[in-house]
Structure formats: structure tokens, C-alpha cells
């Protein structure tokens, strides 16, 4: 069974619209974390928000925002105010329990932002 | 601060020849990963180090692939032979510490022919 579902291998949004990329994850655990990374075509993989299993509040970082729906076992990623630079791969990942750092991706969405 | 570095950025050899992808972490990072992310997936965990020692390699092919981090700090991933279906991107990733967030390199782009 897939650990990590994207289930969007595409999405297009206009510059400075929001949009929203899903993921949803399965785990036993009780505690984990959730990650979202933006690989853009350089191809390095830069770390944009996190989410532990355990928080309360949805994280946010900057135009990033995380919509932590835990019942549902979804993690979606919001992003506000797209820009052009947006537009590249994203990619949801988990870590599972305590003392590991094992991430699990998904199989990522390409976003493209357009003028 | 200076990234995760890799070496080469892209290596095209035929099949059965080996090849070797280097990564400098980050200074200071105690954890290294190296990582498999072929074409269309996200990428997929090969090995871990904390300092010198391999803590997960279990996904690893240990039959033709192998890894060092001599003294802690750089980390060499070889394989021998290579095949076919080895061509993708190999990512190496450093962290503080485990647990930590993961800092990746720019990946090397393996072709084998």
C-alpha cells in the first residue's frame, strides 16, 4: 500500500492565485511527521514546511501553509500568492515514529504558474 | 553557508562499466543519506550514516552498490557493475542530526547505456 498518495501528477494556476496540492498518507503511528519539499528542475530538493502529527495548528511558513486534516490522514499544501518561480516539482513525504528520519515520498506534482 | 555538494552533476557510461558519485554535506552535519529517485517517482532511501557509521542500508543492493564515509564527513557511492536500470538522479542529503530536516544536493543524473 502506498504510504504517500499525490494524487495531481499536474496542476496549472495563474500568477497570484492560490492553490492547493494534495496529499494524503497512511500510517499506525501515533506520532510522525509530514514534509513538504519543492524540487524545482536544478534539481535539489529544498524543504518548504512541516507538520508533526502532534501540533495543533497548521503550519505556515511564509506563502506556504500546510492544511493538517489528521482524521482524514490528509496534509494538503497551500500556496498563496503563486508566482512565476513557483512552477516546479512538489513533493509530500512522511517520517514515521520516533528516533527514525526515514522520509517516504510520494510521486510528487508538477506545478506550473503562468502569467 | 555552502549547500550539500555533489559530483559529477550528470555521468553517462555504457553498462557493466562502474561509476562513483561524491557528496560533500554540509559542515557540521553528523547525519548523510543517500538517496535513488528514478525518473516520475519521489525519491527513495538507500543509506544513512550517522558519522562514519552505515545506521540503514537496507535498501541498499548490496550485490553491485556500495558506500563510504571516511572520517565522518565526505561519502562516496559506487556502483559495480552498472546497469540499464540504474539510470536516474542520485540525491545525497545531510541533516544536523537525526530526525532533523534533511538539506539536499543538487543530485547526480546517471545515464547508462
Known amino acids: 500500500a502506498q504510504k504517500i498518495t499525490q494524487t495531481q501528477p499536474g496542476m496549472f494556476v495563474q500568477e497570484k492565485e492560490a492553490v492547493t496540492l494534495d496529499c494524503t498518507y497512511d500510517t499506525s503511528d501515533q506520532s510522525y511527521g509530514l514534509f513538504w519539499y519543492k524540487q524545482p528542475s536544478s534539481g535539489e530538493m529544498i524543504f518548504l514546511i512541516y507538520?508533526?502529527?502532534?501540533?495543533?495548528q497548521n503550519a505556515t511558513e511564509g506563502r506556504y501553509s500546510l492544511n493538517f486534516q489528521k482524521a482524514r490522514k490528509s496534509a494538503n499544501l497551500v500556496i498563496s500568492a503563486s508566482q512565476l518561480g513557483d512552477s516546479a516539482m512538489y513533493f509530500c513525504a512522511m517520517r514515521e515514529g520516533y528516533n527514525t528520519d526515514k522520509l517516504i515520498f510520494g510521486t510528487g506534482t508538477r506545478l506550473q504558474v503562468f502569467p | 553557508e555552502a549547500g550539500v555538494v555533489q559530483s559529477p552533476r550528470y555521468k553517462i557510461i555504457e553498462k557493466k562499466q562502474p561509476v562513483a558519485f561524491w557528496c560533500n554535506p554540509i559542515s557540521g552535519h553528523n547525519t548523510l543519506y543517500w538517496y535513488l529517485q528514478n525518473l516520475g517517482q519521489g525519491p527513495e532511501l538507500l543509506i544513512r550514516?550517522?558519522?562514519?557509521?552505515?545506521?540503514?542500508d537496507s535498501q541498499l543492493p548490496k550485490d553491485r552498490f556500495s558506500a563510504e564515509r571516511l572520517k565522518g564527513v565526505d561519502s562516496t557511492l559506487k556502483i559495480q557493475p552498472a546497469e540499464l536500470g540504474d539510470s536516474a538522479v542520485y540525491l545525497c542529503?545531510?541533516?544536523?542530526?537525526?530526525?532533523?530536516?534533511?538539506?539536499f544536493g543538487p543530485g547526480t543524473r546517471l545515464t547508462v547505456l
Open positions: 542529503a545531510s541533516s544536523l542530526v537525526s530526525e532533523a530536516e534533511q538539506f
Open positions: 507538520q508533526g502529527s502532534y501540533d495543533e
Open positions: 550514516y550517522e558519522n562514519e557509521e552505515a545506521v540503514d
